[in-house]
């Protein structure tokens, strides 16, 4: 099934976010978690991507592969053009189309620590027209309401998301946020500039406190004093840390539905518990 479709329902949306392993002895205690994760069954499972090794590329594939095939998830497998050809493109299309997968997140991803690119492609719009000029596949990107990392404006970063879209992307997926109004501002934004395909609003529940430096020093996320008081006052308790996390990511998916979001995207980490934690928490509000 097409995660446009699911999208177009009158309904809100949850989704979760998987990671495959670096190497293969990983592999069954992630696909455990994964599994674990599908059981809640969300609407859809997003199985990330990275440039960091050929091996990497495979355990992606496969871990959707499985997710979908012996637990009937819907799943997103990502897809990135910066260490790839379009011949690999090309391949990884294939055999996606033969495994019946219906989906690609297509991202321009992460410059490798090396610096080793591929020249093929730049951009991700670039990715999303070659994908859709091979198939009629469902095409996710990314979004940044608080600009990209690499932008020095967000007049550019919406003239970019709008290229995005134009080239055939059927939906948009935010980085994380922490402060819902940041979110609120960058729909009003988007939808002036004539770009109305569903964006799914991404929050990442921060569990133990050396995840928030981590997150803030990549994507460059505003931390609100609110959550920074929440983080300097438990962030040395796990376990209190842990539910003031998931307690404060469950406050943000509230107002997000109460202010007419329909579509939730959680950054899981692979964490079963907090991911199920979540779903008791606002579990009857995705009925309304």
Same mark, same amino acid.
């Given at each position: 099934?097409?995660?446009?479709?699911?999208?177009?329902?009158?309904?809100?949306?949850?989704?979760?976010?998987?990671?495959?392993?670096?190497?293969?002895?990983?592999?069954?205690?992630?696909?455990?978690?994964?599994?674990?994760?599908?059981?809640?069954?969300?609407?859809?499972?997003?199985?990330?991507?990275?440039?960091?090794?050929? /091996?990497?590329?495979?355990?992606?594939? #496969?871990? &959707?592969? +499985? =997710?979908? $095939?012996?637990?009937?998830? %819907?799943?997103?497998?990502?897809?990135?053009?910066?260490?790839?050809?379009?011949?690999?493109?090309?391949?990884?299309?294939?055999?996606?189309?033969?495994?019946?997968?219906?989906?690609?997140?297509?991202?321009?991803?992460?410059?490798?620590?090396? /610096?080793?690119?591929?020249?093929?492609? #730049?951009? &991700?719009? +670039? =990715?999303? $027209?070659?994908?859709?000029? %091979?198939?009629?596949?469902?095409?996710?990107?990314?979004?940044?309401?608080?600009?990209?990392?690499?932008?020095?404006?967000?007049?550019?970063?919406?003239?970019?998301?709008?290229?995005?879209?134009?080239?055939?992307?059927?939906?948009?997926?935010?980085?994380?946020?922490?402060?819902?109004?940041?979110?609120?501002?960058? =729909?009003? $934004?988007?939808?002036?500039?004539?770009?109305?395909?569903?964006?799914?609003?991404?929050?990442?529940?921060?569990?133990?406190?050396?995840?928030?430096?981590?997150?803030?020093?990549?994507?460059?996320?505003?931390?609100?004093?609110?959550?920074?008081?929440?983080?300097?006052?438990?962030?040395?308790?796990?376990?209190?840390?842990?539910?003031?996390?998931?307690?404060?990511?469950?406050?943000?998916?509230?107002?997000?539905?109460?202010?007419?979001?329909?579509?939730?995207?959680?950054?899981?980490?692979?964490?079963?518990?907090?991911?199920?934690?979540?779903?008791?928490?606002?579990?009857?509000?995705?009925?309304?």
């Amino acid at each position: 099934m097409k995660i446009i479709d699911i999208l177009r329902q009158d309904k809100v949306t949850l989704s979760f976010e998987v990671f495959p392993p670096k190497k293969e002895s990983s592999f069954d205690s992630v696909k455990k978690a994964a599994t674990k994760i599908a059981s809640l069954h969300p609407d859809f499972i997003s199985v990330t991507y990275s440039a960091g090794g050929s /091996g990497n590329r495979l355990f992606t594939m #496969r871990l &959707a592969d +499985e =997710l979908h $095939r012996e637990y009937g998830a %819907q799943v997103l497998p990502h897809l990135t053009c910066v260490t790839s050809t379009k011949g690999f493109v090309s391949d990884m299309i294939g055999k996606y189309r033969s495994l019946g997968i219906e989906n690609i997140m297509a991202l321009r991803g992460d410059i490798p620590q090396d /610096g080793a690119v591929e020249s093929d492609y #730049r951009h &991700a719009y +670039e =990715l999303i $027209r070659d994908i859709k000029s %091979q198939g009629d596949f469902c095409i996710g990107g990314a979004c940044y309401p608080e600009g990209h990392p690499e932008s020095e404006h967000k007049a550019d970063d919406i003239r970019y998301l709008k290229e995005k879209v134009d080239c055939g992307c059927d939906f948009l997926t935010t980085q994380m946020f922490f402060d819902n109004n940041i979110f609120y501002n960058f =729909l009003y $934004r988007i939808r002036e500039a004539g770009i109305e395909v569903p964006v799914l609003a991404g929050i990442m529940p921060i569990t133990r406190s050396v995840q928030l430096g981590r997150s803030v020093q990549m994507s460059g996320t505003n931390v609100p004093e609110r959550f920074k008081a929440i983080v300097d006052y438990f962030g040395t308790d796990p376990a209190a840390m842990k539910q003031a996390g998931i307690i404060y990511a469950s406050e943000q998916i509230i107002d997000l539905i109460a202010n007419g979001i329909k579509h939730i995207h959680i950054y899981t980490m692979n964490s079963p518990e907090v991911a199920g934690a979540i779903m008791d928490n606002v579990s009857a509000l995705l009925n309304k």
